[in-house]
T-cell receptor
Framework: QKEVEQNSGPLSVPEGAIASLNCTYSDRVSQSFFWYRQYSGKSPELIMS????GDKEDGRFTAQLNKASQYVSLLIRDSQPSDSATYLCAVSFRGAFDGTYKYIFGTGTRLKVLA | EAGVAQSPRYKIIEKRQSVAFWCNPI?????LYWYQQILGQGPKLLIQFQNNGVVDDSQLPKDRFSAERLKGVDSTLKIQPAKLEDSAVYLCASSIGAPGELFFGEGSRLTVL
């Protein structure tokens, strides 16, 4: 059973600080990695995707992937109160039997940015 | 481009009643997913369709849940009879079928009393 683990939080950071969110996954078959943001009562929206080892930056967001350690993280610089949400880590892999792409989600980390 | 459409947005039923949710994916997306998200948890896959065929329903409680995707476009998820523990948001998502983003609908929130 493939698993994705996240600390449920809440993670509280002051406005303007760096928020660091972490995620580990259970197997080496996983190929693609995603961070989704979910506001309360809303559906998940993609904020970052990463496919290869290293860092990927997009504005205030940086995703980091280490496949050897089976670890993916999300850094949010200059955190704003509007960043307060649950952040879901998702991993994708190709099914061995049907060849389609599967997506497994972690439980999410609740981030609170304090004004 | 229109997003993933879902209805109804909210539904309240009594236990042992039935309910159906509808999803229309993004045009051209071959793969459709139904996820169940219980409050405080991450989305859990219930069933995955590739075109109009089921490719993964290993976590679908088949004694009470059923789903179909006729003609490889719209999909319906049905629960009959509902239990209290089925209270959750049912998220429909679609993808083009290659590695990449899952696009979610707004979800259907079910409350079972």
């Amino acid at each position: 059973q493939k698993e994705v683990e996240q600390n449920s939080g809440p993670l509280s950071v002051p406005e303007g600080a760096i928020a660091s969110l972490n995620c580990t996954y259970s197997d080496r078959v996983s190929q693609s990695f995603f961070w989704y943001r979910q506001y309360s009562g809303k559906s998940p929206e993609l904020i970052m995707s990463i496919y290869s080892n290293g860092d990927k930056e997009d504005g205030r967001f940086t995703a980091q992937l280490n496949k050897a350690s089976q670890y993916v993280s999300l850094l949010i610089r200059d955190s704003q109160p509007s960043d307060s949400a649950t952040y879901l880590c998702a991993v994708s892999f190709r099914g061995a039997f049907d060849g389609t792409y599967k997506y497994i989600f972690g439980t999410g980390t609740r981030l609170k940015v304090l004004a | 481009e229109a997003g993933v459409a879902q209805s109804p947005r909210y539904k309240i039923i009594e236990k042992r009643q039935s309910v159906a949710f509808w999803c229309n994916p993004i045009s051209g997306h071959a793969t459709l997913y139904w996820y169940q998200q219980i409050l405080g948890q991450g989305p859990k896959l219930l069933i995955q369709f590739q075109n109009n065929g089921v490719v993964d329903d290993s976590q679908l409680p088949k004694d009470r849940f059923s789903a179909e995707r006729l003609k490889g476009v719209d999909s319906t998820l049905k629960i009959q009879p509902a239990k209290l523990e089925d209270s959750a948001v049912y998220l429909c998502a679609s993808s083009i079928g290659a590695p990449g983003e899952l696009f979610f609908g707004e979800g259907s929130r079910l409350t079972v009393l």
